[in-house]
């Protein structure tokens, strides 16, 4: 059978593994995220596998189901897709196969995993000439560890059907092994993982030495490798094809060269300068959360997307998924230094590596869920003790811890004029609206967290505030009916402007040097001078706006309920292009941008980077 050569349609892989699980009948399973992580290595490798990859590691049940119908559904006919599963499976009472995530009750798999038979559906509707699975996985009963699962589940029959592979890591009655484990800070990848990953990195399955390594080719290597090294597993292949599929490129080896007259090897060449990161040509779209969840934030090239008790991260270049970070509670994390700061088990403070999913070191200190706030490296942190905690991110030291006696923090602590600013309230009864603060301003000294002024407002704060080198902007309601903007002096906490808004703001305000504007429930978009407080310029949106105002150079966007994402001229409001497109409500955060691009969440959940030329 002849392999079909690499051809001009898209090569897309989708490489969902699970490791974690919350039903204790379903051990936890080291191997997963690094099968993933190695696979992903080959499969992106330009030289090698020249796939588009998507990588979702401890995803919930909707994005996996969502991503696997992206995968598919959208795919042309010229196109490659291949989809691989490491995790745990599950069979049920009537012999259904089902993938197991996170969440997955083994009693009940219908209504918690991810069916087979919905997988096998998907394929079906799939125009793609080319699809390949590879599932190592097992499904439940007796555990035992190192092993995935009693018995190996038919999945090649289940998912079989025309112009596809399936290849499974066993047969019925074997287990699926994981790899070894004995440095828990290094798993090893599963058994049957290793040998594709090996035999793709090296080009050894290239069995035929046509400098391509064929679907077949690959089984075959790895059900030799896997005799070889005495592991009790037979690998099984299935499905209809009508040739064989190139999979993968043999990656030509570097040699180093010799000289011709003396034999020796030449002085290795200096390494070229890097070349610069480039952007994206064209707008893109990658499925993340599973339904309306923060606007994403960008830190240290990382995207990264807050939903629920979940962070989803990605590199914005390549569109590559981390793994899934998971959190203990709903508030919002700090971000710095490629890292994730939270209160994890026990409101322990928790740092763990953006791309990694691995922890960091972080001091010994419980700290309150989303009031965590980042200035240069420093790590401002309120404890449930009262205090205020200084820490340097670099080497993990508490620089100092300042009690605030009963007074309890609103939003998470921001740093300007050599001060940290704290939005200080008291307890607030329990049906009192959830934005809303009685408290007031103070702020502590950066180098010593010692107390250096307060504000008292005019009215009840609302946590919809603004902290800048300029001032700080804060909302407040002095009448039932009535919201005013106070512009407060970082220095000494003086007033310095009041201005009193037609109708309540529908989100934060946005900053910039010279401007504080907002949006209003009535779709006003309103300029006021920054150091004033004076109207410059007023504006209409076609709907509420759904975000904070952003700003890129000398252009404004909003974005609001009427699904339009809008570019306004800075200085006078003056509308200059839009497009469709309904994002996630966030009235405290806003889409993340850099000169040429804007990273949105969209409605569904979905991270899309637009340019910011709106094209």
């Not at 008291?426 to 049906?431: C, H, K, L, T």
Request: hydrophobic share 35%; with cysteine; glycine share 8%.
């Amino acid at each position: 059978m002849n392999a079909q050569a690499f051809g001009d349609g898209h090569r897309r892989a989708l490489l969902i593994g699970t490791g974690t699980y919350d039903h204790p009948e379903l051990p936890t399973l080291l191997s997963p995220d690094v099968d993933c992580t190695r696979l992903n290595e080959v499969l992106s490798d330009p030289e090698i596998g020249q796939f588009e990859v998507q990588q979702l590691v401890d995803a919930d049940r909707s994005v996996l189901e969502r991503a696997i119908g992206e995968l598919f559904l959208t795919a042309e006919h010229r196109d490659v897709c291949l989809l691989y599963f490491s995790c745990h499976g599950v069979v049920n009472r009537n012999d259904k196969l089902y993938f197991a995530v996170r969440n997955t009750d083994p009693d009940r798999p219908a209504y918690s995993a991810i069916s087979a038979s919905l997988v096998h559906e998907v394929m079906d509707e799939c125009l793609a000439r080319s699809i390949v699975a590879v599932v190592d996985c097992c499904y439940s009963g007796l555990f035992i560890p190192g092993a995935k699962g009693r018995v190996s589940a038919g999945f090649e029959e289940a998912l079989a059907g025309r112009g596809r592979v399936i290849i499974t890591a066993g047969t019925r009655v074997q287990r699926a092994w994981e790899g070894d484990h004995s440095d828990a800070s290094a798993p090893a990848l599963s058994r049957f993982t290793q040998t594709i990953v090996d035999g793709l990195r090296s080009g050894d399955a290239d069995l035929n030495g046509d400098g391509l390594i064929t679907v077949q080719e690959l089984f075959r290597y790895a059900s030799e490798r896997l005799h070889q090294n005495g592991i009790a597993q037979t690998p099984r292949m299935g499905g209809e094809i009508q040739y064989d599929i190139a999979l993968a490129k043999v990656k030509k080896k570097r040699r180093q060269r010799s000289s011709r007259t003396t034999g020796k090897k030449e002085p290795a060449r200096r390494a070229a300068s890097p070349r610069p990161r480039r952007q994206l040509a064209s707008p893109w779209r990658v499925s993340a959360a599973s339904g309306p969840a923060r606007q994403p934030v960008l830190s240290d090239d990382t995207l990264i997307v807050h939903e629920k008790y979940s962070l989803h991260v990605l590199d914005p270049e390549s569109r590559r998924r981390y793994p899934l970070i998971q959190t203990n509670y709903g508030g919002s994390p700090a971000f710095h230094g490629g890292a994730a700061h939270f209160p994890g088990p026990g409101r322990w403070l928790r740092s763990v590596d953006l791309r990694t999913g691995r922890p960091r070191r972080a001091p010994r200190l419980q700290v309150c869920d989303g009031l965590l706030g980042v200035c240069a490296d420093i790590l401002y942190a309120p404890g449930p003790d009262g205090c205020l905690h200084s820490i340097d991110l670099p080497s993990g030291e508490i620089r100092w811890s300042q009690s605030l006696g009963k007074q309890a923090i609103g939003c998470a602590p921001q740093a300007t004029a050599g001060n940290v600013i704290i939005m200080a309230e008291e307890p607030q009864p329990s049906n009192e609206t959830a934005n809303r603060s009685g408290g007031h301003v103070v702020a502590v000294l950066e180098a010593t967290g010692h107390p250096n002024w307060s504000y008292q407002p005019e009215g009840q704060l609302s946590r919809d505030w603004v902290v800048a080198d300029s001032g700080i902007y804060t909302i407040q309601r002095v009448e039932p009916s009535q919201q005013r903007i106070v512009a407060v002096d970082p220095t000494n906490g003086e007033p310095l402007w009041r201005f009193d808004v037609a109708a309540d703001l529908a989100a934060a305000p946005a900053v910039t040097s010279e401007l504080v504007i907002y949006g209003d429930v009535d779709n006003r978009l309103v300029a006021l001078d920054a150091k004033s407080g004076a109207q410059l310029w007023e504006g209409k949106t076609k709907g509420r706006v759904l975000t904070r105002p952003f700003a890129v150079g000398d252009t404004l966007f909003t974005a609001d309920r009427a699904a339009t994402v809008t570019a306004w001229k800075l200085s006078v409001g003056r509308k200059l292009r839009s497009c469709e497109v309904l994002l996630s409500p966030d009235q405290q955060g806003s889409p993340a941008v850099t000169n040429d691009w804007m990273y949105i969440t969209d409605s569904h959940g979905d991270i899309r980077a637009l340019p910011t030329s709106l094209r």
